[in-house]
Each structure stands twice: as C-alpha cells, then as structure tokens.
C-alpha cells in the first residue's frame, strides 16, 4: 500500500519522488514488454480499442443476429455432408429450420436473413447419394464351417 501524500507537497513532486524510489529499488526491473515498441504506435486512434482487443484476446466476436443465422446455417450444411447417419442428417436440419423459422416471425435485427427453411427429404435424399453404397458381404465360402467361426468377433480373436 503506497503512502499518502503529505500536506504542502504537489502532486507532481511526490509522484515523482514515488517513481524515483520505485526505480531505485527495482520494481520495474524485469517487466513484460521491457525494451519492445508499443503494438498499437502507428495505427490510429480508436475509442473503442480496449474493447476491440479484449474481444481479440478473448476469441469473442458479435454478428447481428441474422448473420449470425446465416453463417450457422453455412457450418450446418458443411456438417450434414459429413454426418454419418440419417438420423444425424435430420437432426441437424431440424433444429436449423426451428431457428430459421423462428427468425422469420420476429422483425429483423440487422440485414436481411434471405433463408427459408431447407427441405429435409430433399437434402436427405441428396446426402444418401454421396454415400457410397454399403459393401456386399461375400458369400460364405464353405456350407460346412461351423456359424461359430464365421460369427466370431475381433475381441474373440486370441494370438495363438
């Protein structure tokens, strides 16, 4: 806890004064940054820079709410072509058009959000398509095989 400034001295004095013993004992000795030129030294000033670099830091951005729609929509057909099941497929399109819908009966907040919902079955039907089609298994070579040894499982499997 720093002292108070005693009566009759400036400000300015008794600052300095602080600073200089500061320096003497070695306070600003071995700081973070020491020796390096400021970041922000030749861009220009901005009011609202310890807002924007906090929101840098912290990995933060705000959209209005119908880009924000319109870039989750973008993420969710990327992720319907890598779904591995229908169910997943169904899933995922039906919570995007609940929220699509929903955007669509408030007023707009920001640009327009030009989305109206996908057709499920088409974009399902369009997504088993670029499945490749399930492998065939081979017919059994020999009837006379016991069904235990066909049926067996990689965890039954044991190094002999």
């Not at 300015?12 to 000795?29: C, H, L, N, Y």
């Not at 955007?103 to 920001?110: E, F, L, S």
């Amino acid at each position: 806890m720093t002292e108070r400034k005693p009566p009759g001295v400036s400000f300015e004095s008794w600052t300095d004064k602080q600073i200089r013993e500061a320096e003497a004992r070695g306070a600003f000795a071995g700081l973070t940054g020491a020796g390096k030129p400021l970041a922000s030294l030749n861009t220009p000033y901005d009011e609202l820079w310890w807002l924007k670099g906090k929101m840098q830091r912290e990995g933060l951005s705000v959209l209005p709410p119908t880009l924000a729609l319109r870039k989750e929509a973008e993420d969710t057909l990327e992720a319907v072509a890598e779904a591995r099941s229908e169910q997943q497929v169904r899933r995922l399109l039906g919570d995007l058009n609940a929220k699509i819908e929903a955007a669509i009966r408030r007023p707009p907040q920001g640009p327009p959000l030009n989305l109206a919902p996908f057709d499920i079955e088409r974009l399902v039907g369009e997504w088993r398509e670029s499945r490749p089609a399930p492998a065939q298994e081979p017919p059994p070579e020999s009837e006379s095989e016991p069904v235990a040894a066909k049926r067996r499982r990689w965890w039954g499997r044991r190094a002999v």
